[in-house]
């Protein structure tokens, strides 16, 4: 089992830059295909912002964010990354990452160890 803590969430205006990160403890994250997803506030399912396979050869990203964020992995120091720049006011979610031991998806159903969420805010 693996315990996930994410963080770098905040208030930005239209256009700035965030950096997200995921820390895991109790397991190498080596062994999971992980994601980002997110719910907004209208919205009771949350939705596939982005996903990486376990050695980070495969990645996927959601029509809405590719182009602007970018996923990323470092099983070393056991954490996720998430670099989102241009950020919209549609972009302001609770942010999640989640761990698979699945083959990788953009199901969020299909995952099955999430973090409690990080908020981000874009103000116009």
């Known amino acids: 089992q693996v315990q996930l803590v994410e963080s770098g969430g905040g208030l930005v205006q239209a256009g700035d830059s965030l950096s997200l990160s995921c820390a895991a403890s109790?397991?190498?994250?080596?062994?999971?295909?992980m994601g980002w997803f997110r719910r907004k506030a209208s919205e009771k399912e949350r939705e596939f912002v982005s996903?990486?396979?376990?050695?980070?050869?495969?990645?996927n990203y959601a029509d809405s964010v590719r182009g602007r964020f970018r996923i990323s992995r470092d099983n070393a120091k056991n954490t996720l990354s998430m670099e989102m720049n241009m950020l919209k006011p549609e972009d302001t979610a609770v942010y999640y990452c989640?761990?698979?031991?699945?083959?990788?998806?953009?199901?969020?159903?299909?995952?099955?160890?999430w973090g409690q969420g990080t908020q981000v805010t874009v103000s116009s």
């Open positions: 989640a761990a698979s031991v699945h083959s990788l998806t953009t199901a969020p159903e299909m995952y099955d160890w």
């Open positions: 109790g397991d190498s994250l080596s062994h999971y295909a």
């Open positions: 996903t990486i396979s376990w050695n980070g050869e495969i990645i």
